[in-house]
C-alpha cells in the first residue's frame, strides 16, 4: 500500500534564489538566441549558454562585442576578435583582484554567478574571528580561487585544491593580485577525494568546507571522477574533516543537471542528527535588459546554528 500524502514528511531546508548583484566589473548585458552578452571589465564578449532557449529581444547591442566565442559542431569551440585584446586583464570584486583570460573552453577563468556564495563564507569567517575564533577552510575542486581568496581576505587559513596544476598557479597568481601574496593559504594539486581521505587519517579538521565538483572529470593522476557516482563518498570524506565546531560545508552544483531538492537530500542525510539549518537553491544572475535572470546552477549551504 501506497504512503498517503500525510505519511510524508520532506527534509527541512529552505530553497533561494540567489542573484550576484553585486558587482561593478562584470554585467550581464543581455541573452536570447543560445548566447549570453557580457561586460568583463571594458571587454563585451559573446558566449553560448545551453540554457537560454528563449529568443532575443527587439533593441539590443549585439553587434557591439569584442570577442565572440564560435562552438564547434565537431567539440569545443574557437574566439572571434574584432579587436585586439590582452592575453589577460583584471576584474575587481570587493578586495579581490582577479585575472580574466578567454580560454579554449570559452570560460574566462570566474564564473561571477558564485559571487553570492563568496560573501556569504565571508560572513560566516567574518562572524568567527570576531568572536575570537581561528577559522580553517578547505576548497574543494577550487578551481582559479576566488573562493579561497574570499575566504582568506575574511581572516580564514585556506587549503586550496584542484587536480590541474594550471589552474592551482591561475589562484596562486591571484592571491598575489589581491594583495594575499603571504595569506595562510595551502595549494595542493591533488584528486580531491584521495586528498581527503589522507587528510582524515592525518587528523586534519576545518570548520569550512566548499566544495564544486564537475560531472565529470579526471585527477591529478587521470582517477575518473563522476558525480553521481563519487559525490556521496566525497561528503562522507568531507563529514568526517569537519571540527567540534564546525561553522559551515557549501557544495556547488555548476556543470551538472541536478535539482537543487538533489543537494538538499544529500545534506539532509549527510547531518541527519546533527542539527543546523540547510538552504538550497539556485545560483542567477541578472540581465541588465528585459529583466530576465539567467540560471547559473545550484548549491546547497549547512550551516551550525
Known sequence: MSPSTSDFSPPSFHQQLLLAEGWADYELLDTGGGMKLERW????????DPQIIWPRGPGGRWDRWDGFYH??????GRWEFRRPLP?????RYGALTLKIRPTDFKHTGLFPEQAVNWDWTARKI???RAAGREVNVLNLFGYT???TLAAAAAGAAVCHVDASKGVVQWCRENAALSGLGDAPIRF?????LKFTAREA???RRYDGIILDPPAYGRGSAGEVWKLEDDLWPLLVECRALLSERPLFLLINGYASKLSPLVLGNLLAQLFA?????ITVGELGLPTQRAGLVLPCGICGRWEAE
Open 41 to 48: 571589465g571594458e571587454a563585451v564578449l559573446v558566449r553560448p
Open 71 to 76: 562552438r564547434s559542431e565537431t567539440g569545443g
Open 87 to 91: 592575453d589577460s586583464w583584471t576584474m
Open 126 to 128: 567574518a562572524d568567527a
Open 145 to 147: 580561487g576566488a573562493a
Open 188 to 192: 595542493i594539486t591533488d584528486d580531491c
Open 201 to 203: 587519517r592525518r587528523g
Open 273 to 277: 542528527g546533527r542539527g543546523g539549518r
